[in-house]
């Protein structure tokens, strides 16, 4: 249940995320919304004492919050180079990251899991919609979407390392996010003094302050994703966790159909399908 919860939270980020970004700058809107969440996870980790879990295994909540910000611009630059129904599915594959790892540490599923798995990412990559004719995809979008995927993937590795109680976790996570505004803010402010816009051309900060409620959505329901999925992986097989959690392309791909009447092609009605195969198959294995 904590992995479905983090799916959902990632999907409907992504496509608050994708919303937000037709107006103001991806790299924007990623440092406001992590701004957002720096504030009220620091007044949680102050309301709950938290800072007395602090310890070394916070590094590898440095490690995710460096990582997140790279994984993200390289994802955005992708699909910049498109086409997009290519690289967003190829993002997707991040999940065999915390997967090998789980198998690696001794994880065994059982065998109606291993099927399980296989079937919710084949749905995974198809509910992206993949483009199987069409425009060539460049060398160059290809190898930043897979080094996106690899960073998303250690993103979820990491965060779920970085502690074992529930008040560690709001401080690994608060250290996570003020880790990803340095980052985020650095590469924002290395871009503006190369010429990039910070914010849309001929606007000020009021479109902040106007986007502000959206913003603050996308940025707390990234952290409590984050959240969700670090509890799911130690409390379950992080092989299964990883997979259950990485279902958010069909939330996102569901999002659009609601919110913005998108219909869904055959491949990613199809995609959603398997996801859903797959996600029985893991919870009765």
């Known amino acids: 249940m904590f992995a479905l919860a983090t799916s959902l939270m990632w999907g409907l980020a992504d496509f608050g ?16 919304s992590q701004c957002v969440a720096v504030v009220v996870l620091g007044a949680v980790v102050v309301a709950t004492g938290a800072w007395s879990e602090w310890g070394p295994q916070l590094w590898f909540a440095v490690g995710a919050g460096l990582v997140g910000p790279v994984a993200m611009l390289s994802f955005y630059k992708a699909l910049a180079l498109g086409p997009m129904g290519v690289v967003s599915p190829l993002g997707s594959l991040g999940v065999a990251v915390p997967v090998g790892v789980g198998l690696f540490l001794g994880e065994r599923p059982g065998l109606a899991q291993f099927a399980g798995i296989a079937v919710a990412v084949a749905g995974i990559v198809l509910a992206g919609g993949p483009e199987l ?16 995927a690899f960073g998303f993937g250690a993103v979820m ?62 940025g707390l329901a990234d952290v409590a994703a984050n959240g969700t999925y670090a509890i799911a992986a130690q409390r379950g097989p992080v092989a299964v966790a990883a997979v259950l959690a990485s279902l958010y392309p069909v939330v996102t791909a569901l999002a659009a159909r609601g919110v913005l009447k998108e219909r869904l092609r055959g491949v990613q009605a199809a995609g959603a399908g398997l996801a859903l195969v797959g996600t029985v198959l893991l919870a009765t294995g």
């Open 17 to 32: 995320g994708g919303l937000l970004t037709r107006r103001i700058p991806a790299l924007t809107v990623v440092v406001a």
């Open 133 to 148: 004719r069409g425009a060539p995809v460049q060398r160059q979008a290809v190898l930043l979407t897979l080094l996106a």
């Open 157 to 218: 590795a990491l965060i779920a390392e970085a502690s074992s109680s529930v008040t560690g976790l709001f401080l690994a996570l608060f250290v996570q996010r003020v880790t990803n505004v340095a980052a985020g803010g650095t590469a924002l402010y290395v871009s503006v003094r190369r010429g990039g816009k910070a914010l849309p051309e001929g606007a000020g900060m009021g479109v902040i302050w106007s986007a502000l409620p959206a913003l603050a959505f996308v």
